[in-house]
């Protein structure tokens, strides 16, 4: 079975320019995360999907960040235009049920996307 | 909301010896807590989690144990390998139960 998948690994892009990340997750799970990661920090929640829905997207800056998730399936996270603040390593989750006393537990996260803003 | 404390944020331990990291909790409705390691250029992978309902759970050379009275939850990894030189974070379920809130993560360096 293949894990998450992302894409690109790595991106290096100027201030003020767009930038998009790609993740597939695991085929079967429902609930979709994407999570922030700055530079010896732990992943910090950017938004929440189940299925097609957003279901919790109130750590997401909306005036630069969107995301969506056609279909239920893939996904896509986009910031325009690009920070400084914005570098760090942009990593994508997949569940089967999402966590806590509802379901299945732990998530499995994708490599990740390094974003570099210069 | 839920807050993570993670400590220490380094340790450096010989190839042999047990290692402990320790992680508080804030929110006493959190009801799962998994154990992620991270090497350099991966993602993060599970590696052991507890539920509230559980005390200590063990699996070969790792365990983790909980008291949620304290409301805090420590991993722990006995006869340390080279190989287990990475990052680990701790993490707690949101009160909801919908996401995970991870700590700061600890440097583990198991020189030979």
């Known amino acids: 079975e293949a894990g998450v998948v992302q894409s690109p690994r790595y991106k290096i892009i100027e201030k003020k320019q767009p930038v998009a990340f790609w993740c597939n997750p695991i085929?079967?799970?429902?609930?979709l995360y994407w999570y922030r990661q700055n530079l010896g920090q732990g992943p910090e929640l950017l938004i929440r999907?189940?299925?097609?829905?957003?279901?919790?997207d109130s750590q997401l800056p909306k005036d630069r960040f969107s995301a969506e998730r056609l279909k239920g399936v893939d996904s896509t996270l986009k910031i325009q235009p690009a920070e400084l603040g914005d570098s760090a390593v942009y990593l994508c989750?997949?569940?089967?049920?999402?966590?806590?006393?509802?379901?299945?537990?732990?998530?499995?996260f994708g490599s990740g996307t390094r974003l570099t803003v210069v | 909301g839920e807050n993570v404390e993670q400590h220490p944020s380094t340790l450096s331990v010989q190839e042999g010896d047990s290692a402990v990291i320790k992680c508080t909790y804030s929110?006493?409705?959190?009801?799962?807590f998994p154990w992620y390691k991270q090497e350099l250029g991966k993602g993060p992978q599970l590696i052991i989690d507890?539920?509230?309902?559980?005390g200590e759970k063990k699996d070969q050379r790792i365990a983790v144990t909980l008291n949620k009275t304290a409301k805090h939850f420590s991993l722990h990894i006995t006869e340390t390998q080279p190989e287990d030189s990475a990052v680990y974070f701790c993490?707690?379920?949101?009160?909801?139960?919908?996401?995970?809130?991870f700590g700061k993560g600890t440097t583990l360096s198991v020189s030979s």
């Open positions: 989750a997949s569940s089967s049920r999402g966590t806590g006393a509802r379901g299945s537990y732990g998530y499995t």
């Open positions: 085929s079967g799970h429902n609930t």
């Open positions: 999907y189940e299925n097609e829905e957003a279901v919790d």
């Open positions: 929110d006493s409705a959190s009801n799962y």
């Open positions: 507890i539920r509230s309902n559980v």
């Open positions: 993490a707690a379920s949101s009160p909801a139960g919908t996401a995970l809130i």
